[in-house]
């Protein structure tokens, strides 16, 4: 015997399917919270030529990490896993995400000189860079610590990926402590977490789709 459905049964039963699929949603939000106090618009030079400012990024979310390219393993390591992830990703998902790179050694680093060292990793990776009072500025922006290790400098042990490139400085560069947080931003720039190197891909994949 056909069982059927009363309109009002129905209307229900619609109503507690969109209230789980709203509770599911905002459940997925809400491991990536709006952080307050942290963040805000900036200008750098960028490796692809120009400046950008992080409002360009309106509308996508974006992955970024102060490092520098002379760093040893942190850096490496971690545009390696972020990597890994963006290969995992659909195209069209992909395209709606931006990875910035921020050198914390403007002494030694060049916009030409990050272009070609994101390119072993992802060619859609930006780098940016700029004058040192302008990477401070943006360093505080997103109270991202740094500090320039003064007494020790980047030898060839430390070069565990060579590049080619004219315009980088002769002279060995120095080495930096600083912070590991890949940070999370959503489409308005708001701050909404961080990632690690440790990080699992699935965990850092939901997080991201969460915020599309």
């Keep these: 015997m056909t069982q059927v459905i009363q309109p009002k049964v129905k209307r229900a039963l619609n109503i507690v399917l969109l209230l789980i699929g709203s509770m599911m949603s905002s459940a997925c939000m809400a491991n990536m919270p709006i952080l307050k106090g942290i963040g805000g618009d900036f200008s750098l030079r960028s490796s ?13 979310v974006v992955m970024m990490f102060f490092g520098y390219t002379n760093c040893a393993d942190i850096c490496p390591t971690t545009m390696a896993h972020i990597s890994q992830l963006m290969n995992q990703l659909p195209s069209e998902t992909r395209e709606r995400i931006q990875v910035l790179f921020i050198s914390i050694d403007s002494d030694y680093d060049t916009p030409k000189h990050l272009n070609r060292y994101l390119s072993y990793f992802d060619p859609s990776f930006i780098g940016l860079v700029d004058e040192r009072e302008k990477i401070d500025a943006v360093a505080a922006l ?71």
Excluded: C, N, W
Aim: a neutral charge.
């Design 48 to 60: 692809k030529g120009g400046e950008v400012r992080l409002s360009d990024f309106d509308d996508k």
């Design 142 to 212: 997103f109270k991202a610590d740094y500090t320039k290790l003064a007494e020790e400098r980047v030898t060839i042990e430390y070069k565990k990926l060579s590049l080619e490139d004219s315009e980088a400085p002769k002279r060995q560069g120095y080495l930096y402590s600083h912070t590991a947080k890949i940070f999370v931003l959503d489409g308005k720039q708001r701050v909404r977490g961080f990632f690690y190197t440790g990080t699992p891909i699935d965990e850092m994949r939901q997080q991201i789709e969460s915020l599309l």
